[in-house]
């Protein structure tokens, strides 16, 4: 029976992996760098530790990642600064779900702790989560399963106790190699045939996970 559901952030909750693309693609374009939206996709929710020497083993040892990645970062603050953050859609009526049936509720997003609270609360959803994994409280990232492993102990569950929600081929198998129920929401791009062997489910939109939930 599931007690516990564990979301990712960024392209999952937030309507932010668009910008991370852009931004991702504007930077290292700026340092010189021809990037492509095929190379982002292959980096989304992965870690530094293993997006540093993929972007490396495309573009080069001379690609500096921490550089580029800061700069990413500075022309995604300003946009959100501008624009501010949407959230995808049926996020509030799943929050509020959970909340009213008992549900246990995590995150475990690759970005780091402080701007996860800061965008959270920012769209006010924040203090629906009981528990915060963050990529700077993990030594592995996705696709690692420690961030999953980490989120199913804090939530003192069993991992087939828990559904990890993710758009993301990396979550994907972070949560799957965990022992997670994982559900894909897709974002960016579906899931391949080797990806779908992985999903416990796959659907469109947040709001359906309620129906997951209630065949269980």
Known sequence: MIKGIIFDMDGLMLDTETLLA???????????F????????????????????????????????????????ELTTQHLETYGIEKKSGLDKLLIYLHE???????ATA???KRTELYLKQVQV????????????????????????????????LPAQC???????NGILSAFQAGCKSVMIPDLSQ??????????????????????????
């Not at 852009?22 to 700026?30: G, R, T």
């Open 34 to 73: 021809p990037m492509q939206l095929e190379h982002v996709l292959g980096i989304r929710s992965l870690s530094a530790i293993y997006a540093k020497p993929k972007l490396q083993a495309i573009f080069g040892k001379n690609f500096n990642y921490e550089q580029i990645r800061a700069r990413r970062r």
């Open 163 to 169: 559904m990890a929600l993710e758009d993301s081929p």
């Open 101 to 107: 049936n008992n549900y246990q509720i995590a995150v």
């Open 191 to 216: 899931p391949d045939d080797d990806l779908k062997h992985k999903l416990y489910a796959c659907v469109p939109d947040l709001s359906c996970v309620i129906d997951l939930l209630e065949r269980n």
């Open 126 to 157: 924040y203090d629906y989560f009981d528990k915060f994994i963050c990529g700077d409280m993990v030594k592995k990232g996705k696709p690692d399963p420690e961030i999953y492993l980490t989120a199913c102990h804090e939530l003192n569950l």
């Open 111 to 113: 970005t780091d702790y």
């Open 22 to 32: 852009k931004y991702w693609i504007q930077a290292s374009q700026e340092f010189g």
